[in-house]
């Protein structure tokens, strides 16, 4: 591991465009939990009741409810070494930082040139489509007053401003991470890498000349590949590939 650590530490040192692309294992070490894998959200709740338009159309209360537990837990979260370490690469000219994760961790962290590709969890918009409301508006409060919320500008139903199976990514985001595939190196951090359009971001980078590199505490669909794969946590790793720059 050592070697992998001191070789993507050299790599990301001489590059001039670094590319972070990271999923719900950066966030697992501030308590956060995953979708995937043991604990993970999607075993106890089937992602096609929950977060899908046709779920909230049948029952907004309930997915709704499921949320606000969720903006609960994550509200009681603090980002980790992981968000910190990222966050500060992010201050050099050429970082992106492409996130599926909606807990806003890394914006906490003061990550700059962040793409938010599934929204935020701390975000809504109009499910009724009202004008003013289709721009997400922020809404941190805890608990929430009221679930459903209302739109805070028709007073029809909010949702959460997430991209849900089935839904398109923003045109914009989906842009900027593409963009951010050329790049010199490429990172893939604490993601399952199964969900797409975001899984396919390593593979382009690569084709299009980038060494990549993951970082997850097991192998995944993407490790065979990458050009580095390195097993073990996120916020491990990265404060041991950051002492390792020169
Ligand atoms: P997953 O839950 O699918 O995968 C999390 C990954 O993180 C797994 O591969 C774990 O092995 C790894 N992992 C866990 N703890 C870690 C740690 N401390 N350090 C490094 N890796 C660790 O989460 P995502 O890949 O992010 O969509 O899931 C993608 C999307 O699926 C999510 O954005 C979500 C979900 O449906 C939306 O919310 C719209
Ligand atoms: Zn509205």
């Known amino acids: 591991m050592h070697d992998r650590i ?28 995953t979708f995937r894998g043991r ?36 509200g009681g979260c603090r980002p980790n070494a992981a968000h910190e370490i990222i966050a500060r690469w992010s201050q050099r000219s050429g970082c ?3 996130t599926q994760n909606v807990d806003d961790l890394h914006l906490r962290a003061g990550t ?42 028709c007073g029809s139903l909010a949702r959460p401003a997430i991209v849900w199976f089935g839904e398109s ?7 900027a991470a593409m963009t951010a595939t050329a790049c010199d190196v490429f990172l893939t ?7 797409y359009p975001a899984a396919g971001l390593v593979h382009e980078a690569r084709a299009r000349g980038a060494f990549t590199a993951e970082i997850n505490l097991e192998a995944t669909g993407a490790s065979d590949g990458v050009d580095v794969a390195i097993q073990g946590g996120a916020e491990v790793v990265l404060p041991l590939i950051d002492a390792a720059i020169r």
């Open 39 to 74: 604990d993970g959200l999607w075993r106890q709740h089937r992602a096609e009741d929950l977060a899908t338009p046709q779920a909230f159309r049948r029952d907004p209360a309930l997915v709704w409810e499921w949320y606000a537990w969720r903006r609960e837990t994550i």
């Open 169 to 175: 990514l923003r045109h914009e985001d989906l842009a």
């Open 112 to 153: 700059r040139n962040l793409v938010r590709l599934h929204g935020s969890i701390w975000e809504q918009t109009c499910w009724n489509a009202c004008p003013e409301g289709a721009v997400a508006w922020r809404d941190e409060r805890q608990p929430l007053p009221e679930v459903p919320p209302r739109c805070v500008h």
């Open 6 to 33: 001191e070789s993507l530490a050299a790599r990301i040192g001489a590059a001039a465009r670094v590319t972070i692309l990271t999923g719900a294992g950066v966030s697992a070490a501030s308590g956060v939990p």
């Open 96 to 98: 992106t930082v492409v």
């Open 189 to 195: 951090v604490g993601t399952s890498s199964v969900v």
